[in-house]
């Protein structure tokens, strides 16, 4: 895949035209990870970066780690520009391999360990990915046999090492023998693209989202700063590092500001609940639902958590009655909703100061100019409904795809985001729901957030999801996955639901004209609700009924 002194085709030009705004106007950073990680190890050594039920790692733990593994996988044959993927849970060993790979300009493709061989096969093979790290065994799967299941079928695929497991292609062995190696230390570009990211896939084939060191730091450096972070203070990390959201404040954000990460390998709202109070966790950045089950479990406990100060949810929508009930349950906490995507992180940063913004919107745009247009591209003004568009210094760069990146960012620059808000004075964002959410009854369209956000209130319902099904005469009618609070009766609660929607005053052809009850919602590793699972759910109980 090219040598030392080569970038892989697969990579645009850096900064790619819709970044070199930024670049020119000097809004990112000028070091990368990297650089930054070898001066805490220098300075602050013995400061503690890591915490996960094996111990505390410090910074120039973590530091000698990754010198002894970029030398190492240097040794293997792997150059600058190399993309080598992980697939692990959130493990210190993945923020080790993070570092080794800025230090010697490796591109890194995070996988969710949720996949198996058919998504693997995909993102490998698009990246053109030259290795993977992935455990031996985890949760009884044997994660080595399927990678090499998908090796056979990917040439370019040459190395599989393990992680926790044995052999020479074993992490502990890869440290050892790249600690008697010359360090594999290079001068990076921090535009250089560092990460090939794919997204969840929920309305078809995963995109590969670039970013650049200096993007990845861009957010990161605003994070912090907007949520008053800094040396010694303890984050909580649940949501998987090999997502955008736990890659930068769990991986990342200690060897850029000096943090704590605490690493949760599955979530447990009590196992939260007593990490947060061993170690003074601050705050943490995770899906919805992990906030109400710590909520609830703070309440049920009369522990109301007085060191951690913030709670960032997203990733799916947020009721306004889920950041309500949260705040009383903490001492000094304040939870709110953020709104970002892998393409574009973080474009607000929510409302830590202001209890009702907070619950109303998804925060304050911070670090980005926004739209809101309609359907011809026009622009909208505050207050109303339309598409949001987003640019910004930590955008991506675009998409492995170029044809992709062509289709997504237009020509000032903007993202389509496909998501629909609206945007009100104080500049603050508020999530509608998605384009293709849109249910279109009769020719009229229907927002499935607004209906989840009042079914939300009902007291019996614990979470929910309105998606679109098939209707023989309005084309789409209006269908609701409800998930019930505790011992709740489903017998006579679809009725009981739809007059409770009823007399919110909505419309009454936003009434769900079916209710499904189940136990659960089916969801992304980053707690998105696959709504394309359910409409196929929908529609298949409907044709079997019809006897198709």
């Known amino acids: 895949m090219g040598d030392s002194n080569t970038i892989p085709r697969l990579w645009p030009d850096v900064p790619a035209p819709h970044q070199r705004a930024f670049a020119d106007g000097g809004l990112w950073p000028t070091r990368t990870i990297a650089d930054r990680a070898q001066d805490w190890a220098q300075s602050w050594p013995d400061d503690i970066c890591l915490i996960d039920p094996m111990g505390a790692m410090t910074m120039g733990q973590v530091w000698r780690e990754a010198m002894a593994l970029a030398s190492a996988l240097r040794a293997r044959g792997l150059v600058r520009g190399d993309v080598v993927a992980f697939q692990l849970p959130n493990w210190r060993e993945a923020a080790v391999l993070n570092m080794a790979a800025a230090l010697s300009g490796l591109v890194l493709n995070p996988i969710v360990p949720i996949y198996r061989d058919a998504e693997m096969r995909i993102m490998l093979g698009d990246c053109r990915a ?41 992490y502990a062995a890869l440290i050892e023998a790249g600690a008697a190696l010359p360090s594999a230390r290079e001068a990076i570009d921090p535009q250089s693209i560092s990460m090939v990211l794919y997204t969840s896939g929920t309305t078809g084939r995963p995109k590969g989202v670039l970013h650049s060191h200096a993007t990845l730091g861009r957010i990161i450096e605003q994070s912090a700063a907007h949520w008053g972070l800094g040396r010694g203070d303890a984050m909580l990390m649940p949501s998987p590092v090999t997502h955008v959201s736990g890659y930068a404040n769990g991986l990342a ?44 479990a703070a309440l049920a406990a009369d522990d109301a958590l007085p060191a951690l100060r913030f709670f960032a949810c997203g990733g799916a929508a947020v009721a306004p009655e889920v950041i309500a009930r949260a705040r009383k349950a903490f001492a000094h906490c304040a939870p709110f909703r953020v709104f970002g995507s ?14 009702d913004l907070a619950a109303a919107t998804d925060g304050r745009i911070v670090d980005y100019q926004v739209r809101i247009v309609d359907e011809a591209g026009h622009d909208l003004p505050d207050g109303r409904e339309g598409e949001i568009l987003a640019r910004g210094p930590a955008m991506m760069a675009g998409y492995a795809d170029p044809a992709q990146t062509e289709e997504a960012i237009d020509a000032q620059g903007y993202f389509r985001t496909g998501d629909l808000g609206l945007r009100d004075a104080r ?21 499935a957030t607004e209906i989840e956000q009042v079914l939300l209130t009902h007291p019996a319902v614990a979470d929910c999801a309105v998606v679109a099904m098939p209707h023989p005469r309005l084309g789409e009618g209006v269908c609701a996955y409800v998930v019930l609070q505790g011992p709740a009766q489903a ?58």
Not at 149 to 170: C, N, Y
Not at 279 to 285: D, I, K, S
Request: hydrophobic share 40%; net charge neutral; charged share 25%.
């Open 427 to 447: 500049g603050g964002l508020t999530i509608t729901g998605r384009k293709k959410d849109l249910i279109i009854r009769g020719g009229e369209n229907i927002s």
């Open 130 to 170: 030259r290795a993977i790290f992935v455990p031996h065994i985890f949760r009884k799967l044997d994660y080595l046999a399927m990678a090499r299941r998908v090796q056979a079928g990917l040439p370019e695929l040459t190395h599989i090492f393990t992680v926790r497991g044995e052999g020479g292609d074993d």
């Open 253 to 296: 954000m200690p060897f850029v500001v000096g943090t704590q990460t605490v690493l949760m390998e599955s979530w447990n709202a009590d196992e939260a609940l007593a990490l947060i109070n061993r170690h003074q966790v601050v705050g943490t950045v995770a899906a919805t639902p992990f906030l109400v089950e710590l909520a609830h």
């Open 342 to 355: 892998s393409e574009v992180p973080l474009v607000t940063f929510g409302w830590p100061d202001d209890p």
């Open 491 to 548: 017998q006579g609660l679809a009725t009981e639901l739809a007059e409770h929607v009823a007399q919110s005053g909505m419309a009454k052809q936003k009434i769900p004209e079916r209710f499904e009850m189940v136990e659960s919602l089916p969801r992304t590793a980053s707690g998105k609700i696959r709504k394309d699972r359910l409409r196929e759910d929908i529609a298949q109980r409907i044709r079997q009924e019809a006897g198709g």
